[in-house]
C-alpha cells in the first residue's frame, strides 16, 4: 500500500495566524488526495478532495477561502488553515487513494491542530 | 439522504469474540470498508467486501449483504490492543466514501 506521511503531528497557534499542514505520498503519485477532518469522538468529515494541477473540490459548508489547498506535484498536498480559531482545533488528516477505483486509501498519520 | 448506522460503543472480554454491525443506505454502492482508527491516531484500513459473502483475514473477518444493505466486522480472540474504533465506511455511485461515526470498542481482561 501506499505510504503517507504529514507533517506537523502537532501544532498549537495563535488565534488569527495562519498554519499549512504538509501531506506527502512517499512510494505512489497521488492525483488525488483527500483532507479530512475529526472532531473528539466523531467521524472523519471529508472537506476536500485535492486534484494534482487543478483547484480543489470542497465539501459543502467548508470555506474554501479560509481552508487553501495546494496540490502543485503527485506527492505534495498542503492544507493552510488562514486566520485560524478555537473552533478550528481538530484533528486533520490527509489520505491518497484512486480516484474512481475502490480501492481502500492510505491515511497519513494525522496532524493534531489546537488554536488557542 | 445517505446514512451509516453502526452502534456507538460496545464492551467485551479479552480472549472472546464481538461482532460490529453496520447498516446503509446510500446512493449507489461501490464497496464497503472497515477501519480500525486507535485514539489519536489516524484510521487504517481492515478489510473491503464489495461482493456477498464473508472475507477472513485473520482474527478479522467482514461480511457483506447488498441486498440487505448490511455488514458486520467480527474480531476474534480478542486481545487487549483491539480496543479503538471501528469505522465502516461505504463507496457511493460516485466512488465517494461515506463514513459512518464508528464504533467504540472497549476490551476488558
Known amino acids: 500500500g501506499a505510504v503517507v506521511s504529514q507533517h506537523p503531528s502537532r501544532v498549537i497557534c495563535k488565534s488569527g495566524t495562519s498554519v499549512k499542514i504538509e501531506c506527502r505520498s512517499l512510494d505512489f503519485q497521488a492525483t488525488t488526495m483527500f483532507w479530512y477532518r475529526q472532531f473528539p469522538k466523531q467521524s472523519l468529515m471529508l472537506m476536500a478532495t485535492s486534484n494534482e494541477g487543478s483547484k480543489a473540490t470542497y465539501e459543502q459548508g467548508v470555506e474554501k477561502d479560509k481552508f487553501l489547498i495546494n496540490h502543485a506535484s503527485l506527492t505534495l498536498s498542503t492544507l493552510t488553515v488562514t486566520s485560524a480559531h478555537p473552533e478550528d482545533s481538530s484533528f486533520y488528516i490527509c489520505?491518497?487513494?484512486?480516484?474512481?477505483?475502490?480501492?481502500?486509501?492510505?491515511f497519513g498519520p494525522g496532524t493534531r491542530l489546537t488554536v488557542t | 439522504g445517505q446514512n451509516i448506522d453502526q452502534p456507538t460503543e460496545m464492551t467485551a472480554t479479552e480472549g472472546a469474540i464481538v461482532q460490529i454491525n453496520c447498516t446503509y443506505q446510500t446512493s449507489g454502492f461501490n464497496g464497503l470498508f472497515w477501519y480500525q482508527q486507535h485514539a489519536g491516531e489516524a484510521p487504517t484500513f481492515l478489510s473491503y467486501?464489495?461482493l456477498d459473502g464473508l472475507e477472513e483475514k485473520g482474527r478479522f473477518s467482514s461480511f457483506l449483504s447488498r441486498s440487505k444493505g448490511y455488514s458486520y466486522l467480527l474480531l476474534k480472540e480478542l486481545q487487549m490492543k483491539d480496543s479503538a474504533s471501528y469505522l465502516c465506511?461505504?463507496?457511493?455511485?460516485?466512488?465517494?466514501?461515506?463514513w459512518g461515526a464508528g464504533t467504540k470498542l472497549i476490551i476488558k481482561p
Open positions: 489520505s491518497v487513494g484512486l480516484a474512481g477505483e475502490s480501492y481502500e486509501q492510505y
Open positions: 465506511a461505504v463507496k457511493d455511485s460516485n466512488y465517494q466514501l461515506i
Open positions: 467486501n464489495v
